[in-house]
């Protein structure tokens, strides 16, 4: 019995010092652990807050981007219209300045045959008709004056 009491002695023993051992080295290991859980789970949950404003500010800075970019794209599409309608203008200004100048050309071609038309037509039957005039002028004073109105009222049929 003895033995018995010195077995169940020892083993009081041994669990006493396994209780101490667990209150003096244990529970303050696990109760460090824990703080350096709770530390670590703190500073991932700050890292964590602060990536989602990050990401918050980026998203803010894309959809602005996004918008200039629309106004830009606008921009340049009404920028293009206009370019393309100064250009229509500047076409349509040339057609024009291109009808002024072959309506100047054509005025100026007639002119020109009208006084090629003169000299080539005109001045021989006027050299023709001033020796006939003479010549009547010197005969008959009054055949002469008729003559010439009847010559002035051909020419000037001749030349509309």
Known sequence: MLNQFF?????GILVAILVYA?????????????DAQRVHDAQRDEQYTMLVKKQHAVE???IAATIRRERLLLGMKRW?????????????????QSQKICTRMSEQYTAIQKRCFQKRILQPAAMQAESELLALYHSDEVKA???VETICKQVHKEVI
């Open 145 to 147: 004056r008729s003559f």
């Open 22 to 34: 667990w209150i003096r080295f244990g529970v303050p290991y696990i109760a460090a652990e824990q």
């Open 60 to 62: 803010k800075q894309i």
């Open 80 to 96: 293009s219209e206009a370019m393309q309608q100064q250009k229509k203008q500047r076409v349509i200004e040339s057609e024009m």
């Open 7 to 11: 077995v169940f002695f020892n083993f």
